[in-house]
């Protein structure tokens, strides 16, 4: 991974690329602990321990409030196009993640929500992550990861 150059050894070991690499490995450990979870419908699981659902996906799961959201605030929570969440959306919508159904307050828009196995879905990622946050304070302290959420709290501020 590292470049011979040692003028290039900065693009693998700056902070952005240190947060990026540990936030693959998190999300990779969400996933691993959510495939082996029995509180999760079997097919979503199957889908999750052949990586069939990825980070990508944990977007709609980390973004989605419960009483759902529209395409584009969602899409802008997630920091990604309205494009290419509601390819998302769509996929999600096909193994029954969430629903589209009509916005309420506009009879021309959709909402995104969960549905009730998506909610299922959302509390074995409630339980994976904090497994997953209670492994990474193992691995590298309780002090260090303290001063991590903290500075990085501040830092998204």
């Known amino acids: 991974m590292h470049n011979s150059n040692p003028g290039q050894h900065w693009r693998h070991t700056h902070m952005g690329t240190l947060m990026s690499r540990a936030l693959g490995r998190f999300d990779a450990r969400v996933l691993s602990l959510m495939a082996r979870n029995e509180d999760v419908p079997?097919?979503?699981?199957?889908?999750?321990?052949r990586c069939q659902l990825t980070a990508a996906h944990v977007q709609i799961t980390r973004h989605l409030p419960e009483q759902g959201a529209r395409l584009t605030d969602l899409a802008a929570r997630?920091?990604?196009?309205?494009?290419?969440?509601?390819?998302?959306?769509?996929?999600?919508?096909?193994?029954?993640?969430?629903?589209?159904t009509s916005d309420p307050l506009d009879a021309r828009a959709r909402t995104v929500q969960f549905t009730p196995v998506?909610?299922?879905?959302l509390s074995a990622f409630q339980m994976a992550v904090a497994q997953a946050e209670d492994e990474m304070r193992q691995a590298i302290g309780p002090e260090v990861a303290t001063v991590i959420a903290l500075g990085l709290e501040a830092y998204v501020a």
């Open 42 to 49: 079997l097919a979503l699981s199957n889908l999750a321990a």
């Open 78 to 100: 997630a920091g990604i196009t309205k494009q290419a969440m509601g390819k998302l959306v769509d996929q999600c919508e096909a193994w029954g993640l969430v629903c589209r």
């Open 118 to 121: 998506g909610l299922a879905w």
